[in-house]
């Protein structure tokens, strides 16, 4: 189907017992509960992974590949993410751990923390010739691209047009294999090691990019337990490591900005925080900043919900590594001017708002919109997700879209069984007039 949205994140009906649990922690309101199951919305879904953590039943799960598409590609590359790092306990050589990844399956390693160095540095460039509107948002979240989209379409201008570093990194490895071991583009599989479901997600289905220079992706849980044996026997260890601490960071929240070091910037994590951050921008009250950082997840992609390691753990962690890895980023100036000048790092696509609509039609929007607005005043506002979904307006939006009805509430429900009640009770009581009883219930004289 052309119009067909990817999306990583999927339910496990079998698992769903109903729960309503992630309903209330959607940030998009994309998941209803009905007939005792959970159902997403697809125009609603940003794949930020909440469900998969709050989900007690595991119902909620991210798809990403099969080994199997090794095999599809004459040579295979692993890109992992620096959170990855993150997930290893303290003192594990970085060179210990790509060697140990390459041993999976791949035939190189290509780290994404030396791709986010040069992605700082176009960062760095396009704030401090940018005239136009402020504050600058990174593009470097996938989800909370996609959440701009949906929730804050207003604010896609805002979205700095700065490839992310997954996109940077799977671009070189592609086009210096292709000269190196002289092969076609195609041939080469890149894969990236993920934190999240969202990157899964731009992967298969790219934001401001024609197509992904990746060819999938494989989870951070999905892969360590083979990573952790292949360290356990290494023989010999490469020296794989290039990347320096600025890049290494970026997997925790905070870590651009770090990098970028430069005034009048802003670090937010976790999805309800770049909200209530985004909502200020949205009605013109943050002040003074020029860049926005931020990421959908508690401590950023160290937080991310394919991860194994405790996000507060595996955050003092990488910091302490991006410390020990001191020094600047191997960015040659030269080859960075000449490729930032033909668009290396730039978006070739704009992001597009996508907002949820009532409907396609403006005045047929316009007239749910009111039926709307009327049906939440007559819901209770009391938001206790019994009908299904997250709180009355949704309800009231789900009413409008023909997808729910008022007696979905509970509330609504026993008024009408009430009313119901005093009706039978009044029918009960009257008789036929053939039975020689007026309808006020006076004998006939």
Known sequence: ????????????????????????????????????????????CIDCG?????CPHHAKTAVTDDFSILKKFKYNVA????AFYGQFKEGTNL????????????????????????????????????????????????????????????????????????????KIVKEKLANKRQLKMKEIGVFFITPCPAKVTSIKSPVGSDRSYCDGAFSISQIYNKVLVNIKKLEKVEALQKASGLG??????GGENMALDIDNTLSVDGIHNVIDVLEEVEMGKLYGIDYIECQACVGGCIG??????????????????????????????????????????TMNRKVEPKPVKLDDNVVEAIKKMDQLEKTVEELPGLDCGACGSPNCRALAEDIVRGTASDVDCVFKLRERVKALAEEMVSLSQKVPPAMGVKRGGNKEK
Request: glycine share 6%.
């Open 248 to 253: 290494i960071g970026w997997g925790r929240a």
């Open 95 to 170: 060179n210990e751990i790509l060697t140990a990844l390459r041993q999976v399956g791949f035939d190189e390693v290509f780290e994404v923390a030396s791709a986010a160095e040069r992605v700082t540095e176009a960062i760095r460039k396009f704030i401090t010739t940018h005239k136009g509107v402020k504050p600058l948002i990174s593009s470097s979240c996938p989800a909370v691209i996609r959440l701009i989209q949906v929730r804050f379409p207003e604010l896609v201008k805002n979205i700095i047009p700065i490839k992310s570093p997954m996109e940077v990194a799977g």
């Open 79 to 82: 890109i992992p993410a620096p």
């Open 304 to 345: 991310g919900a394919l991860t194994v390691e405790n996000r507060f753990v595996s955050r003092v962690r990488l910091r302490k590594l991006a410390e020990k890895i001191a020094g600047k980023p191997d960015v040659d100036p030269e080859e960075f001017n000449l490729h930032y000048k033909q668009g290396y790092y």
């Open 1 to 44: 189907m052309k119009n067909k949205i990817y999306h990583s994140v999927t339910l496990d009906k079998e698992k769903c017992k109903g729960c309503t649990n992630c309903i209330k922690n959607c940030p998009t309101e994309a998941i209803r509960v009905r007939d005792g199951k959970a159902r997403i919305l697809e125009n609603k």
């Open 50 to 54: 909440e469900c998969i953590r709050i």
